[in-house]
């Protein structure tokens, strides 16, 4: 039912490093043309690191792993309403009707588990919604059951982060603080907030997925980068904005799967230029240590295949 583009199909039949990447950022998470430009800047930055990228979406109902250039260009040009958010619920409906769709974390997971790939990066991950327990992102129910490895900044502090590491442990899900000592929020490097174990280099994070694999663990691991120094945004700033998105929402009733978008757009509507290059940085940043990760992973493969 997949259609996987030969080179990555290519790859994946020789055991060489291909990373995810997921396309509800382009469609709903930025604007265009931004959206487009860093898609392929992520593209990029994983084959600088050595590995192949598979940016994956559903073309007209067609389950799609690495859509290339075309399709990139497709989903971050046309209407974000005409483009479906697609979680896990989703999947049925466009395949089905034979619509496009742009996958969440948790709808690429699962694609990039059905076509093999164990590695995929962006830039946030959903959360549990500041004042709404209940709103709990099907991302994080994903990273529990789906054996997939997750390179992002963290979650923006518009979630309560608190709550989402709640859900986390309850899924059963590691997290990884890459080069940090605790979770990283996404424009900040670091919430203060307890991870599980700091790891500094990718053969130290690939070690930890290799035995995942041994162990037989069916559940995913989450490996949180912070935002680069250089880009990251004062902490009042962001705050700032995610208040008054947060308030904005909550006054117009916004709700369910249109509410991250809502927050993601306004957002970055308040804080102008400064929140677009943190996220362009943070993004890129995550595909390159994917990358690397991916390649050490398949070394490991490789070495044991030989053994
Ligand atoms: N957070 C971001 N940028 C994003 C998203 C979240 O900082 O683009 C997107 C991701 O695709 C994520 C989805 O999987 O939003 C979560 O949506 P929801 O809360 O409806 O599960
Ligand atoms: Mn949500």
Known sequence: MLT??????????????????????IAHGL???????????????????GAIPATIAILKGEMTVGIGEKGIDYLGSRPSETIRKCSRRDLPIVVGLKADGATTVAGTMILAHMAGINIFATGGIGGVHRGHPFDVSADLIELGRT????????????????????VLETQGVPIIGYGVDSLPAFYTRESGLPIDIRLDTPQQVASVIH???????????????????????????????????????????????????????????????????????LLLNNATIAGQIANELTNMGNHMKKS
């Open 4 to 25: 996987i583009s030969d080179e990555v199909q290519e790859a994946l039949a020789h055991h060489r490093p291909v990373v995810a990447l997921e396309s509800t950022v």
């Open 31 to 49: 604007p265009y043309p931004q959206n487009v430009e860093i898609a392929l800047a992520m593209e990029d930055a994983v084959r600088q690191a």
């Open 147 to 166: 054996p997939v490895t997750v390179v992002c900044a963290g979650a923006k502090s518009l979630l309560d982060l608190p709550l989402t590491l709640e």
């Open 211 to 281: 035995a995942a694999g041994q162990i037989g663990a069916s559940h995913g691991i989450l490996v949180t980068v912070p935002v680069p120094h250089e880009h990251e945004l004062p902490l009042e700033i962001a705050e700032n904005a995610i208040t008054q998105a947060n308030a904005e929402a909550e006054r117009q009733g916004i709700v369910g799967k249109h509410l991250t978008p809502f927050l993601l757009r306004r957002i970055g509507e308040l804080t102008d230029d400064l929140s677009r290059t943190a996220n362009r940085a």
